[in-house]
Every structure is written in C-alpha cells, then in structure tokens.
C-alpha cells in the first residue's frame, strides 16, 4: 500500500511525526528553503526530521536553469525543509 493510499484513509487528527513515519520505504518530494527540490526514498528520520534518502534526484534552480542532481544516499538536515509531499514530484519536464 503506498504512502498517499495510508494517508487518505487516516483519521483527520494526526501528528506530524506519526505522517512521516507512514512514507518510510515510499517516494517524497522535498521542497527545501532556497532554491533545492528533492525526490527520492525515505528509509529513515529522526524529532528534528532530519532525513535519510535512497535513490535521490535534487533540483536546483540556478540564474542558468535547471540543475539535475542523482545522488545514490543522502542525509538531509531537517533545518531547512520546507515542505513534505508524500508520492508527490516536481512537474519540471
């Protein structure tokens, strides 16, 4: 069952932590404060969300264009996240 399907059957009262914990081993798009977006796997987070994630693809938006990023893991500080779609993606294609 993927992470939206968990999410749109869930009670209406639910923690921020208790939806994270749902998406681990689903795909999340991470919106960043800045110019970084990032798509990959969540295998893992801690109370400050920061992050742990496989197969990741991060976007930068630059004064050239669009930048494209594979990266195989990445840890990510929570500090500066903006936004958590879960299955969500940019639409930049």
């Known amino acids: ?3 939206v399907v968990q999410l749109a059957s869930m009670a209406s009262a639910v923690l921020p932590l208790e939806l994270i914990d749902k998406c681990i081993g689903s795909r999340i798009w991470i919106v960043m404060r800045g110019d970084k977006e990032l798509v990959g796997t969540l295998r893992g987070f801690d109370d400050y969300v920061n992050m742990v994630l496989d197969d990741v693809t991060e976007y930068e938006i630059t004064p ?3 930048r494209v990023t594979k ?3 990445i840890l990510l500080n929570g500090n500066n996240v903006a936004l958590l779609v ?3 993606s940019p639409n930049y294609d």
């Open 64 to 66: 050239e264009g669009k």
């Open 1 to 3: 069952r993927s992470c």
């Open 86 to 88: 879960p299955g969500g």
């Open 71 to 73: 990266l195989d893991q």
